[in-house]
């Protein structure tokens, strides 16, 4: 292995971020997706702790039902499908490692959620109640290292029919963009 780690390979996956108007076309949303997947989902409680990185985005996730992550991620700030890179690392001890990271690197804000995830296919489906922000809707394609950045934005654009979301509705950035000023 090289020092500096970058022969480390990231994962890859496709994503579209869209606001939902209203709790009535989220409800229609997550019906849709149960429709689609034959399942009711998965409801999971996050909490994540945005820190001031260098570059690209770093996130302590706080999750209820499985070990918490530290998410290092970098993706474009534009609306529409796009390619995000990640790493993601169990952590044992999130308490300590965000005080840890607010005392060396500093916090950005914090992103408190109510997420219902879907699966389809290779598809995360995400809807999201984001705490002051309102309603979500989220599509991770998550590629395999053979497939193009082309496939998974065909599969996007199809899903993006499916649950009837227009390029007025797309956001460019995280969450954290739209409840803290960098």
């Excluded at 702790?49 to 260098?54: D, M, Q, R, Y």
């Excluded at 499908?81 to 690392?89: A, F, G, N, V």
């Excluded at 950035?173 to 739209?178: E, L, P, V």
């Amino acid at each position: 292995m090289e020092a500096d780690g970058s022969n480390l390979d990231k994962l890859r996956n496709i994503e579209l971020k869209a606001k939902i108007a209203d709790e009535d076309a989220f409800a229609r949303r997550v019906t849709i997706a149960k429709q689609l997947t034959g399942t009711d989902g998965v409801v999971i409680v996050q909490k994540d702790v945005f820190f001031k990185a260098s570059s690209g985005r770093l996130k302590l996730r706080y999750l209820t039902d499985k070990k918490s992550e530290l998410i290092s991620y970098d993706r474009p700030n534009v609306a529409g499908p796009k390619l995000s890179l990640y790493s993601k690392l169990d952590v044992d001890q999130p308490e300590l490692l965000e005080q840890i990271l607010s005392e060396t690197v500093g916090v950005r804000g914090t992103v408190a959620k109510k997420r219902f995830l879907f699966l389809h296919g290779q598809t995360r489906i995400h809807l999201d109640v984001v705490e002051r922000l309102g309603h979500f809707l989220e599509f991770e394609v998550v590629l395999t290292p053979e497939q193009t950045i082309e496939e998974g934005q065909a599969v996007v654009a199809e899903m993006k029919g499916l649950f009837e979301i227009s390029d007025e509705d797309l956001l460019s950035g995280a969450y954290i963009d739209q409840l803290v000023v960098a």
